[in-house]
């Protein structure tokens, strides 16, 4: 089965750095548009960051400049790395995976929370 686990949430400081990983299994994440999203409890559910198949990124205003998306395709893992972290940016982080050619379909982990706080 599909599985997408994320790691790397932990307690941070404000201004401090954090990177995320995600490890999928059961799919070649290669082929697939891979995305970050966060939710903080009483907010929407966010996009923070996407990287298509050939590398091209895209980011949420409130993280740009400031995140970073990357992605290893040959160990099927995808990463966002933090910096400048601020309380706001505190959320459980998800890592989703979508196919983008019929049937579309999208792939979540379960998340890792990421608190910003001093």
């Known amino acids: 089965q599909v599985q997408l686990v994320e790691s790397g949430g932990e307690l941070v400081q404000p201004g401090g750095s954090l990177k995320l990983s995600c490890a999928a299994s059961?799919?070649?994440?290669?082929?697939?548009?891979m995305n970050w999203y966060r939710q903080a409890p009483g907010k929407q559910r966010e996009l923070v960051a996407t990287?298509?198949?050939?590398?091209?990124?895209d980011y949420g205003d409130s993280v740009k400049g400031r995140f970073t998306i990357s992605r290893d395709n040959a160990k099927n893992m995808v990463y966002l790395q933090m910096n400048s972290l601020e309380p706001e940016d505190t959320a459980v982080y998800h890592c989703?995976?979508?196919?983008?050619?019929?049937?579309?379909?999208?792939?979540w982990g379960q998340g890792t929370q990421v608190t910003v706080s001093s």
């Open positions: 990287i298509a198949s050939d590398g091209f990124s």
């Open positions: 059961g799919i070649n994440s290669s082929l697939y548009r």
């Open positions: 989703s995976a979508t196919r983008t050619w019929p049937p579309i379909r999208n792939y």
